[in-house]
C-alpha cells in the first residue's frame, strides 16, 4: 500500500495507495515493528491516516481485498501481547479499565494496573512462596539426610507469614478499588414532588428527567453518570414515597425506590422545606445500614422568612429551582466521595476476579500457618502453599485461565 517497508521504529511519510487500482487513498506516516520488539511480540505494521469516515473506509475496503487480511476481533490485539508474555492478566486488566475511564480518578487507578503494579507484587509474591515451598519440600524429600537443617519448616512459615500479611494489605484496599471502577452510587428519595428530578437535572446540568408542578411524575428509577470533581458518581432520581396510594404503577416505582436504597452508598432525602410534618428519612434508610443518608432540605426559596443556607450533621437547605446552597450539596458530595474511594494512592485491587484470586491465597496461607503451628505433616503444609501458588497463577495468568479469558477480552472495542 505504500510501496516499501519502512525503517523499523520510525515514523516515516508516505503515500497511501489501493493495490488493486493504484488510486491515492491519503497522504499518511506509516511504521514498521519487526518482532519480538512490538505490542504483540509479532512483526506488525501500522498506519496514522487522516481520520475522516471516507478515508478510514477506504483504508480498511483496500486492505480487506488483500489475501490474508481480516479485521481483529475484539481484543485480539491485546489477547496476542497477552499469549507472547508481553502483558500479564493484572494489566490487561488495566488496559481495559483505561480504556473505559471517565473521571480522572479512574484513570489514575488503571495507569497502576497497566503499570504492572499488582502484577510485580503478585511476581515477589510468588517468588518468595517458591523458596518457602522448597525448604517445605527439601525437608520432606531429604528427611534422612543427617546435613539438611531440621528448621526448615519454621523458615518457610517465617515467610507464609510475611506474605499473609501483604495479602491481606492489598485485599483491604479492593472494597475501595470495585467501587472507584463502578463509580460511587448517590440516591436521591423522598416524598413526591419533592424537587428530586430537579435537583437531578441541576447536578447533571440537562434536563436529564421531566419535572413537572405534578406529584408523582417520576414513576421509574432515572440513572445518570457524573464526574464530580474527577470522581465517579452515579446518580439515581427514584419515585417519590406516598404510602397511601393504590395505584399499581406508583407502588412499583416505590418498590424499585427501596431497591435503590438499598444499594446506594449515599441517600439523600428531600423534603419540602414547606412541609413540617415530613417523614424521617430514618425509617427508610433502615433499608441499608451501610448507607450515609443525608436529609436535603429543598424549595427554600418558597419560604417566607428563609433560614440560612448552612449544613450540618447531614442536613442541608437548597433551593433545587435556583441553586441556593446547591454548591455546598456538592461539595459535600465530593467529600464523601473522597473519603469513600480514596485521596491517597489507588487501589492494587480493583476487581471481583483479583480479590477472588488474593482471598484463595491468603486463605490457602492461613491454613498453611495453622497446620504447622498445630504439628500437622509437612506435606499438608506443602499442598497449602501450592494452592497459594496456584491462586498468584491464576491472578497473572500464568495458569489454570482459559475460563476468564474470553470474558476479559469481550470488554475492548474491536480492533484493541
Known amino acids: 500500500m505504500i510501496g516499501r517497508v519502512p525503517e523499523p521504529r520510525r515514523a516515516t511519510l508516505a503515500k497511501v495507495r489501493d493495490p488493486a487500482t493504484g488510486a491515492l487513498l491519503d497522504e499518511a506516516l506509516a511504521l514498521w515493528f519487526p518482532g519480538p520488539k512490538s505490542e504483540t511480540g509479532e512483526d506488525l505494521a501500522e498506519l496514522q491516516t487522516h481520520g475522516g469516515r471516507a478515508v478510514i473506509a477506504a483504508v480498511l475496503r483496500a486492505l480487506g481485498a488483500l489475501e490474508g487480511f481480516r479485521l481483529a476481533e475484539p481484543g485480539e490485539f491485546t489477547r496476542r501481547a497477552f499469549e507472547a508474555g508481553r502483558l500479564d492478566l493484572t494489566e490487561v486488566e488495566g488496559l481495559a479499565d483505561l ?46 539426610e543427617g546435613d539438611v537443617p531440621k528448621d526448615l519448616v519454621p523458615k518457610a512459615i517465617e515467610i507464609a507469614r510475611a506474605v499473609e500479611r501483604e495479602v491481606a494489605e492489598a485485599l ?69 414515597f406516598n404510602e ?89 458530595i465530593v467529600g464523601f466521595a473522597g473519603e469513600a474511594l480514596g485521596h491517597t494512592e489507588p487501589a492494587l485491587v480493583t476487581r471481583e476476579r483479583q480479590r477472588a484470586c488474593l482471598t484463595t491465597v491468603s486463605g490457602a496461607l492461613g491454613e498453611a500457618v495453622a497446620r504447622a503451628g498445630q504439628g500437622a505433616g509437612e506435606e499438608l503444609v506443602a499442598e497449602d502453599l501450592r494452592h497459594a501458588l496456584a491462586g498468584l497463577g491464576r491472578l497473572t495468568g500464568r495458569l489454570d485461565v482459559e475460563e476468564v479469558l474470553d470474558v476479559i477480552f469481550r470488554e475492548f472495542c474491536v480492533g484493541k
Request: aromatic share 4%.
Open 99 to 144: 480504556v473505559a475511564a471517565e473521571t480522572e480518578a479512574q484513570r489514575r487507578q488503571a495507569l497502576v494496573q497497566l503499570r504492572g503494579l499488582l502484577g510485580d507484587r503478585a511476581e515477589d509474591w510468588r517468588e518468595r512462596l517458591i523458596e518457602a515451598l522448597a525448604l517445605v519440600e527439601a525437608g520432606i524429600d531429604f528427611s534422612d
Open 172 to 240: 483491604a484496599g479492593a472494597g475501595r478499588g470495585e467501587r472507584l471502577r463502578e463509580g460511587l452510587w448517590v440516591a436521591i428519595a423522598g416524598p413526591p414532588n419533592a424537587g428530586k428530578s430537579t435537583l437531578l437535572n441541576r447536578l447533571a446540568r440537562r434536563e436529564a428527567a421531566i419535572v413537572s408542578p405534578h406529584a408523582g411524575t417520576t414513576r421509574d428509577v432515572i440513572e445518570v453518570h457524573l464526574d464530580l470533581h474527577g470522581y465517579p458518581v452515579n446518580l439515581l432520581d427514584t419515585a417519590g
Open 244 to 332: 397511601s396510594s393504590q395505584d399499581p404503577v406508583e407502588l412499583e416505582g416505590m418498590k424499585r425506590a427501596r431497591d435503590v436504597m438499598a444499594r446506594a452508598d449515599l441517600v439523600l432525602w428531600m423534603i419540602d422545606a414547606r412541609e413540617s410534618s415530613a417523614r424521617s428519612a430514618a425509617e427508610l434508610v433502615a433499608l441499608n445500614p451501610d448507607a450515609v443518608s443525608w436529609t436535603v432540605v429543598n424549595k427554600i426559596d418558597l419560604l417566607d422568612a428563609r433560614p440560612e443556607i448552612t449544613s450540618a450533621s447531614g442536613r442541608f437547605f437548597i433551593s433545587a429551582a435556583t441553586g441556593a446552597g446547591v454548591d455546598d450539596l456538592i461539595a459535600a
